[in-house]
């Protein structure tokens, strides 16, 4: 892939997100969201997939769009903390805490921010699926990745956040080993099963 490849990746990642922050029908957004992936990962040159996996792709696993996993929620506080994460590809990525976001019948998720060139706001999750057959992936999932165009907006209140478990998608590292995400810290992994979002079946 060449630096031009990316830069159209993000773009279609980024208009992706716009036309779910904008929609008023959700999973008909989600669902558009889904086959919009499913395009970009089947003919993209900037796709994670590897390529032997490339020709048997059939669509990313992603559950039906359940509107009880979609949340507004205030920023809380938190005393300050910085993660550094070694990714190999893109050397040490800083991210600092910049408060928690407590979900009803979830749990609590650290909120971070991108401490470098670009900034962005950062919110993985690992819930008790992970790992499992047929679950989801043993690292985690984003939720929200804004720097990379994953972003579903501001609340109705102040100091707010969306976060939707159904958007909830693999890293890249999920798919190719030569990439080493930042993954879901203890602040970040929570005792329920999430049902919705992007599950992992091995391979994609």
């Known amino acids: 892939m060449t630096a031009l490849d990316v830069a159209d ?21 989600h669902d558009a969201w889904r086959r919009g992936r499913d395009e970009l990962f089947a003919t993209h040159p900037s796709t994670p997939l590897l390529p032997e996996d490339r020709a048997a792709f059939a669509g ?3 559950q039906p769009y359940d509107p009880r996993w979609r949340f507004e929620v205030i920023l809380e506080p938190a005393e300050e903390r910085r993660l ?12 600092e805490l910049i408060g928690v976001a407590s979900i009803p019948d979830v749990g ?4 971070w921010r991108l401490a470098s060139y670009g900034g962005g706001i950062f919110v993985p999750v690992k819930d008790a699926l992970a ?7 043993g690292g985690g999932r ?16 102040p100091d707010s956040l969306v976060l ?6 693999n890293p890249s590292c999920a798919y190719d080993p030569m990439w080493a995400c930042p993954l879901a810290q203890p602040g970040n992994t929570v005792g329920v099963e999430i ?8 391979k994609y």
């Open 9 to 29: 990746w993000r773009r279609r990642v980024f208009s992706l997100y716009s036309s779910v922050r904008g929609a008023t029908d959700l999973p008909a957004a």
């Open 60 to 62: 990313l696993p992603v």
């Open 84 to 95: 550094e994460v070694e990714t190999g590809t893109d050397g040490v990525v800083p991210f």
């Open 108 to 111: 609590s998720l650290d909120v």
């Open 131 to 137: 790992g499992k057959p047929g679950g989801t992936y």
């Open 142 to 157: 984003y939720l929200l990745d804004t720097v990379k165009g994953a972003d579903l907006g501001p609340g109705s209140a």
């Open 164 to 169: 939707d478990f159904n958007f909830a998608y």
């Open 195 to 202: 049902p919705v979002g992007e599950r992992y079946n091995g």
